[in-house]
């Protein structure tokens, strides 16, 4: 049985609650960089008729395909979506937009070519937007694709944000099961910049079968193979999501999320190396069991310390007082290569 068989069974297994058509996913304002500047956020996540690749099986560790629409929602329905998203920044007076659809914002399936210029020439409209994200896969990311961006967003700063995960093909493919090859990222990220647009590369730490030491290590290597074609690097802890495939061997004690000591580890390494290069990490979930975390008494501390260096890009934010947990994770890199990535302890 293929891993995507796997996935798939498991994605058909789920009961999924049906949501309203004229709704996003979710919106939330936040902060991030722009130009080594803070810049108020919008992210937006629009609930589309799906990821194709999470139709057809999917990623290992994600759950945002159980997010897509039960019926397909309309032209006007997505619209309205941008409308009751954009309310949430009704009080910022410069911020950026950060679009979502747990799937590709360039797949025309999703997002029909309409609707991209309805969104897009909205926002260029817009006096307050400054910067516009698009999160979309590789194979969408086309010189025609791009160029259509440009043109209905004008003069506005554009960048493309794609889940690369892993430069090693072999762990996206055996681990992660994420449908498309290193070159494919490293073509869509030309043809993006060709055409004066910047690119956001999204890695994860600790997919399914490394050990913490094999996946602190490849985050590392990762960096500097992508580094050539990126502008930004957001390092994503991975965590248990429901109906996924990281959740059933979770369940079953066969995976640990990763441990905070690494990703600071990982910062401070690859910053150290690119040091005019912006690496952030949000440490979804951490501190929680389904997260990644240390102990009780320090995962809070620690994930504060990642955020606050990720909106900074200052290093000494990362020297966090050491903790008794931290000879824990030294030994954890130094023993579970012998358990092929099964958890020594949690």
Known sequence: MSLNTTVLEIR???RVKPSPPDRPCAAWAGVDLLDGCKVDTLTIIFRTSGCWWGKAGGCTMCGYVYDSAQTPPSNADLIKQLGNAMTKASGFDLFMVKIFTSGSFLDTREIPL???????????????????????????VTEEAIKDCRSSLKDKAFEIATGL??????????????????????????IARDDDATVKTYLMLKPLFLSEGQALEDMVRSVRDAAPYSDTFSINLCNIQNGTFVENLW?????????????VEILKRTKQEFPD??????????GSKRGPHNCKECSRDVADAIRQFSITQDISCLEVPDCECKDMWECVLQLDDHTFGAPITD
């Open 12 to 14: 058909n297994r789920q």
């Open 114 to 140: 309409e609707v991209r210029h309805n969104i897009l020439s909205s926002l260029e409209e817009d006096p307050r937007v400054v910067k516009v994200l698009v999160e979309t896969r590789p194979e969408f």
């Open 165 to 190: 995960e892993t430069s090693s093909d072999l762990i996206r493919k055996e681990s992660i099961n994420k449908g498309f090859t290193f070159d494919d990222f490293k073509r869509a990220a030309r």
């Open 251 to 263: 369940q079953r004690g066969q995976y640990r999320p990763p441990w905070l000591w690494s990703i």
């Open 277 to 286: 290069m912006v690496i952030t990490s949000d440490p979804v979930g951490a």
